[in-house]
């Protein structure tokens, strides 16, 4: 029964994220932004690296240090979140407070820079534990290799218990926004049904005027 339950744990461990890397490419004038679906109470931690196109080689080089980008992060409810300029190499970090769709915007802070040409970002999304340095808090906290392994189970199971509450968030607002659409489609029912039968009423009333009208009855 424990080796049961150790697998089980082991493979919803599988279940999370270790991180989203990436790069993309970005004009003077472009806005590049990303959505992370992200637990509540969850630290996020993005490492980033500015490279300019160089005509002369054709590559991509380290770019100087006056080229930065400007990041703006918002949370579900369309509220900005974090708001200001890095430099061309860094690190953002934030943690969310409501469940939901987070989106990351990043996009250059001057166009006198490169006139024209094109920055490659490279960029690294980290979520919940994977944020964690443990060779840092090993060392700060003088922790065992079996007591650093634990820290690190309790970590992933405490991100997986929050991934599991945003699940079950996300299911409670399909269910609402579900029956929202079945009570409106059933009011939009019998509203259609009450204008044929009173379309209806009208019309036979308009025959029965009509053939009147001519004696034909």
């Given at each position: 029964m424990p080796t049961t339950s150790f697998r089980l744990?082991?493979?919803?461990?599988?279940?999370?994220?270790?991180?989203?890397?990436?790069?993309?490419?970005?004009?003077?004038?472009?806005?590049?932004?990303?959505?992370?679906?992200?637990?509540?109470?969850?630290?996020?931690?993005?490492?980033?690296?500015?490279?300019?196109?160089?005509?002369?080689?054709?590559?991509f080089m380290p770019s100087s240090p006056g080229i930065g980008?400007?990041?703006?992060?918002?949370?579900?409810?369309?509220?900005?979140?974090?708001?200001?300029?890095?430099?061309?190499?860094g690190r953002i970090s934030f943690t969310s407070h409501i469940p939901g769709e987070h989106v990351l915007c990043m996009y250059s802070n001057s166009t006198a820079w490169f006139s024209g040409s094109q920055l490659r970002v490279h960029l690294d999304i980290q979520v919940g534990e994977h944020t964690i340095d443990y060779a840092n808090v090993a060392q700060k906290e003088k922790l065992t290799e079996?007591?650093?392994?634990?820290?690190?189970?309790?970590?992933?199971?405490?991100?997986?218990?929050?991934?599991?509450?945003?699940?079950?968030?996300?299911?409670e607002r399909f269910r609402q926004t579900s029956d929202s659409t079945n009570q409106r489609v059933l009011w939009w029912s019998l509203a259609q049904t009450l204008v044929l039968l009173i379309m209806g009423f009208w019309q036979m009333r308009h025959l029965k005027s009509f053939f009147e009208a001519k004696k034909l009855v």
């Open positions: 744990l082991a493979a919803l461990l599988l279940l999370v994220p270790l991180s989203n890397a990436l790069y993309f490419h970005i004009g003077e004038t472009e806005r590049k932004c990303f959505i992370e679906e992200i637990p509540d109470e969850t630290t996020v931690v993005a490492n980033y690296k500015v490279e300019l196109y160089d005509p002369r080689s054709g590559g980008m400007h990041v703006e992060v918002k949370d579900p409810d369309d509220k900005v979140m974090l708001s200001r300029v890095y430099s061309s190499e079996l007591q650093l392994r634990i820290r690190q189970l309790l970590d992933q199971v405490d991100q997986i218990t929050k991934e599991q509450n945003y699940q079950r968030y996300r299911e």
